[in-house]
């Protein structure tokens, strides 16, 4: 009769406890299922071009992983979806062809007169000098606030470092030498070489080697030794200059359809943004590595390697000078921008002088 009372019991605690259970399940709200998403990035790259063209694809990798596969990029190289030049129009707008691009702001001078500062600017901040105004000293909110009228949310995403000044045929030994050249060099330092008496032609990288093999341009900058050896430019060019003068730190954006951020969940908006952080410093650590083994390889097929003569530098400077104060009052935006740019290089440069620049007097 014990072992029946027992069992009774048993059996009660047990139903209670189920019925407990039921309440507390039915009082609790459903979990909403897990939304997958995925995205297309354009980029103005060759396919799986080293530095550049792999960036974009870690990034996505790195989205991917970090979200347990809930925000899928794949990414389409220059062509495949949209030329070089359409990747800021692909991503705007209310319509987007896709949701991400990755390309350099100054190809979008023409639309946006400010857009160059976000990339680098002639005699301008280095790239460690551009992710701290960037990210701490405003530049960053400009950005944002540039771009809002076309629907994009801008980041860094990728920086080559200091690059170099040009591959040319002939000499360069006075200003004059720049006369009548046609050279390919973008943004502002296109504007500077211009106005020094050359042509500046605004075209892909893809296009650069049989352009200048051709003789459609007769000179051109594209990067630095790590992506102008995987090119061959040394193939059909003799002479190649430093420093570049024309782009000291370009800064490589990631562009985003604002809208579409917009109705992500805030953990993979918080995910994107420190991909693009983790992509931002992963490309200058590979073009400081990567342009060392290069240099030497160009240097072993005969290259000629030499520096602007210091008389060509000072002019450019000059006219540098001329073609920023000119954009400022033509435009009010790039004259806010550059502000903030301009001042912000001036303390940077004050600490740099006894820091960095004196650092490197000592090391030598």
Known sequence: MIKIKRILLILFLLSAALGCQKTINENQPESKPIKNYKWKL??????????????????????????????QIRVYSAGEIVSAMEVFDAVSGDSPAAEMGHAAAYYWKGKIPAAPLFTSVPFGMNAQEMNGWLHYGGGMELWHEVYEPFNLLPMAAGNTGIQMGGWFNKEILTINDFKGLKMRIPGLGGEVFSRAGGAAVNMPGGEIFTSLQTGVIDAAEWVSPY????????NIAKYYYYPGWQEPGPTIELIINKTAYNNLPKDL?????????????DMLDEYTYMNQNALQQLQKQGVEIRPYPSSVIEELRKISNEVLTENSKADPIFKKVYKSYSEYQKRAEAYHKISEQAYYELRK
Do not use: H
């Open 42 to 71: 354009v980029t103005a790259w060759p396919k799986n071009f080293p530095g550049l063209g792999l960036a974009p694809e870690r990034f996505a990798n790195l989205v991917n992983e970090m979200s347990d596969g809930r925000l």
């Open 227 to 234: 992506n102008d050896l995987a090119f061959g430019f040394q």
């Open 269 to 281: 908006q918080a995910i994107i943004k420190v991909a693009a952080r983790s992509i931002n410093q």
